[in-house]
């Protein structure tokens, strides 16, 4: 069950947006109708009121009915659903149809000879609902598999960045336990808990999110392997603004980009330096920034945070939207990133 719902290609229609969508779009679809009939009658307004009142009447009403059933709907087949549709909005237009002759019989009060309650013209309105309302599925169908290959690109691409532990920083954690192991087995074992844990999280689901205390306990051990091998050269800074207990983050989203902020900036520079690792929160966003020290080389070596920043925005644009915000700003000596997207508590 829970597949299936997954898989739903059925639009929301309860939400206000939906329902104005619905509103414009039935409109449209009158104007459409009353201009076609200009080749055969003259147009008038009276005509075009007549018939976007009943173009709206039939849209609001299949909306809502659609919006009602469509827990029922997400549990069939998406060819199944899909037919459900068509068939609910076809007996929804032909009883609105009888209802419209009905209100205009009582109206002129000669329901029987003005206007009959059944005739070609009901038929002819069932059946363009049918052709329109198969159309729309169409297009939710497509629009639906471009979203699951999408996705499945997106989540290929995140999880090729997430299991990826670059060699150099496996061989120079391996050094260091080896080192370790004669001298001070403590900080030997220590590395090694460390170490599990970084690969432990690199193998949980991408869509995991964790408080952001949790992911800054999985950066710190990070730093703390990589201090035992830079010594002094490292210094961090951090600057948790917010309540890092209840402030939800999608895993490995600032160990990444502390991982490249140490690579790309830290460990070509001889006397090292100071990376800042800020969190806060602003008009309802999240806001985290990394900053390292620019090496003097154009900051071409930066070039390799392209990739992990287009994955991690990839990443929270799925979980939250189009607000999401990954800026870089190299500067002539310092290189900052900022993550900022909606604060989920």
Known sequence: ???????????????????????VVAEL??????????????????????TSLFVQWVGLTSAALVCQLRPRLDRLPQAWAACAVVVLVVIDTLLFSVLARLILGWVFNDVGEIYPLWDQDILVNGLIAAIIAGLVMRYFYVQEQLRQKGQAELQARIQALQSRI????????????????AVDPDAAEQV????????????????????????????????HIEQLRMGDRLQVDWQVEVD???????????????????????QPLAAGGLVVIRAC???GMLSLTVRNPKPEVGGQSHNGNRMALENIQHRLEALYGDRVVVDSRPAKEQYEIEIRYPLQR
């Open 1 to 23: 069950m829970n597949e299936q719902t997954q898989d739903s290609f059925l639009p929301d229609l309860c939400s206000t947006r939906a329902v104005l969508v619905v509103v």
């Open 29 to 50: 679809m009158a104007l459409v109708v009353c201009l076609v009939a200009t080749y055969y009658r003259a147009f008038s307004l009276q005509q075009l009121a007549t």
């Open 166 to 181: 670059r060699p150099h920083f496996l061989f120079n954690s391996m050094n260091i336990i080896a080192s370790l192991i």
């Open 192 to 223: 090694v808990e460390d170490l599990s844990v970084l690969f432990r999280a690199s193998l949980k689901n991408s869509g995991n999110e964790v408080t952001l205390a949790e992911e800054l306990e999985l950066c710190r051990r990070y730093i």
């Open 244 to 266: 890092a207990e209840n402030v939800l983050i999608p895993l490995l989203t600032l160990q990444p980009l502390l991982e490249n902020a140490i690579y790309h900036g830290i």
């Open 281 to 283: 929160a602003e008009d």
